[in-house]
């Protein structure tokens, strides 16, 4: 159902901001060989309560809260993403949103519960749309802040940071 993973076994997907890395996300379990974890939970995530792990990017085509694709266009992805790495790139933004962030989609899931997380969503893939960039992502207190990337982070504005006064918390 919509809604962000909440904790573990929930059977439900992340929502929001996540990074790859070739240190901790590069995932060669005998399962799903060759997947990407996404790292959840992500500093935001942590922040809210949220509990869970190994959110991968796997093939099979059937899952109870990764991203499941099928097993030929898992190997691209996964190809695709350690090629980058391998190159030099520190890490791959994934940005997971639960629709289109239209405002018809907003008006047909009117959910209250998640609502303003949507809409905090919606600031960063708007400031993508607007820049053609990745946007810079923060935590401050229980939700994202965005910055524009700079043409010389061009299209890897880094990982998720954390405002000074979160990470005292």
Known sequence: ???PKQKEGDKQAPEGFYTVTKELSLHEGTRW???????YP???DKVNLR???HILIHGGCASIGCF??????SLEVFKLATDALDAGQPNIPV???PFRMTEANFAKYDYPLWNGFWRNLKEGHDLFVRTHRPPRVSVCGTRYTF???SRLEGYNPGPIDVCPETAQV
């Open 1 to 3: 159902t919509l809604g």
């Open 33 to 39: 060989p060759k997947s990407l974890n996404i790292r």
């Open 42 to 44: 992500n500093p935001f």
């Open 51 to 53: 509990s869970g792990s």
């Open 68 to 73: 499941a694709m099928t097993n030929a266009v």
């Open 95 to 97: 940005h997971v949103f």
């Open 147 to 149: 910055a524009s990337a």
